[in-house]
DNA sequence: TTGTAGGCGTTATCAT
DNA sequence: ATGATAACGCCTACAA
């Protein structure tokens, strides 16, 4: 009997913990064949005779093997895994584009390493340090505001650097997202179109939430650019309906005769129709409303809900889609191309909450 | 000069692409320390000397090494990595748990792999067989369905497997999550409570979400047990509000004097409410109306809504303190513990949209 | 406390 | 087409 798998244990004075798992020795034993024609069948299985080729694959099925790809990924230096640090995954936003993003690459055998920041940038960097010690094919990020930590590492990383959710400056490989700010604008000339002039930008955490700071810096400074003055009202604590009434009522003590309110998203958005019902206020008719995201609710809710449509699915398809073509052009020895910036757009949902004018 | 970096190819004949990458070594040569110095260190800074210490550190920020998890991984035989499958990661539920659970992974130095089955057993056998590629630390799975092919995997892995979300018989390892037949037969007990004996349980693709399904076994059978036939409606969409309002008209054909509706989650339910107030339906004087989850929207809509409370991040947070006891305890030599089942209950809200009693 | 060397399970190179 | 064998970067038993 020909043992040659590595528990032999030669009079192992240096013996070490078996893992007992089926090894790829242990399928080469059984196929009667030498390890490195199982290794090349497993990855090109066209490669083997057609002899030796329904051996290994019976032996495999036989001895239940699992590749490790632990070995696999450091003996090839390349890991088939992508990095992923999304603010919050509880976020739907974030949890869609994750979840197309996912879908997408694993048709492709990727894995996804995921990791939440908390909004919070320090937390990021330790997670791209983190994420960096696998050996990614790649990195995804969110946002285009990183600290030097951050900056440093994702430079030296050597490996293909996105960034989602926003477009902006200087982008590492790419950046696939849309302009906030843009966002902002588009709902303010919407609500200026309607004859809206006192108006409100109400949102919560905008210090940390960037997009929606963003969001709100391009509603504000549109209107300033027509000599308006937008209230800007900011909840510290999360969003949520509750939150948006809360806001609300702040911007009506602020500015009682408020005519349009712009919400950082469509959860504070549905608080401030319901808080407005409440308080008998007709909308659209004496407060136009719109939100940001186009949750499930807001073409269903009474009045429907104007709001924006972020694509989050696209965004995470798009990067997926991009990457892989850029990794595939890296294998056939072509040169790294230049940084791209994809914009998604997004799009004005029309709905009844802003649907007439406020001061008709 | 002493070079011992392994790139110094002494006449490398079998030369292999460097991967230029700083590794351990470097940072030994750079301290003028040994490799097994900088590991120790890396693990336990106590266990090496004042004066070596700061060396090491040093040479660690100067070179900015990232240690490579692949080649360590490999060699302790263990991955600081679970792999987490759900069925979708777009469902806020599951989003909910996942992230409570990475955030306590994550301080504790485990990442997570995360993969989506779209309600397929097929899709999540070959998840847990990826996953498994990776020698993950555990894993963690939803629901306590599986086919043959996960079964045979979940207990060849020899790794500690976690179901969640449900609980039912048979646990591998771990079980957190509660019962929906309990949350069927709850909701089913209080609208009976309210007096209401026509009455409807409405869902959208129960046949893939076995959880939905069983939360309608158990609000269908409670009633069954008490000589009243429950309307069961199933929509062949995905859910949404729109898909709701469709079941609402449903069950009002099929029962025109229906009493109390419970659906199989908020999201329906949501447009249940808007339906009803579209069709002039008082909620709840002339129809009691029930959801799933608690989302966001649920206390804050008019009526606000009766629903159970899932506890989604507290099964995330079970999960992850359970297991990183049970790692603790192995890492102390002791045997691995019986299977064990954590119910983590759910809640009932009453809120207004069943508040009174619809025959009033 | 520090260093030495063997092994973890693959992939890749080279020779047959 | 197939097989030896050297990396891959680190951990760890053991010796010093």
Redesign the pocket.
Known sequence: MTDTT??SSKN??????????????DV?ARA?????????F??NPE???A???PRIKRAIEVLG????K?????????TRAIGVVVPALGNAFFAETVAAMQSEFDRHGYQLLLGASEYDLEREAELVRAFLSWSPTALVVTGCHHNEATHTLLRQANVPVVEMWETGEQPFDLQVGFSHRAVGEALAAHLHGLGARRIAFIGARMEKDMRAGQRRDGFCDWFKARGIDALAINQPVEASPTAGGAALNAALDAMPDLQAVACSNDVMALGVLFEAQRLGIAVPDRLAVTGFGDLPFSQACVPSLTTIEPRASVIGLRIAQELLARLDAEAQGEDAPEPKVVDVAFELMVRDSSRRGPAD
Request: no cysteine.
């Open positions: 590595k528990n192992a004075a240096r013996s070490r913990r078996g893992t007992n798992r089926v090894t790829m020795d080469a009667r064949v030498s390890a490195s024609s199982v290794s090349l497993l990855r490669a083997v005779s002899r030796i080729a093997y699992v590749p490790n632990l070995a696999g990924s450091l003996a090839a230096a390349r």
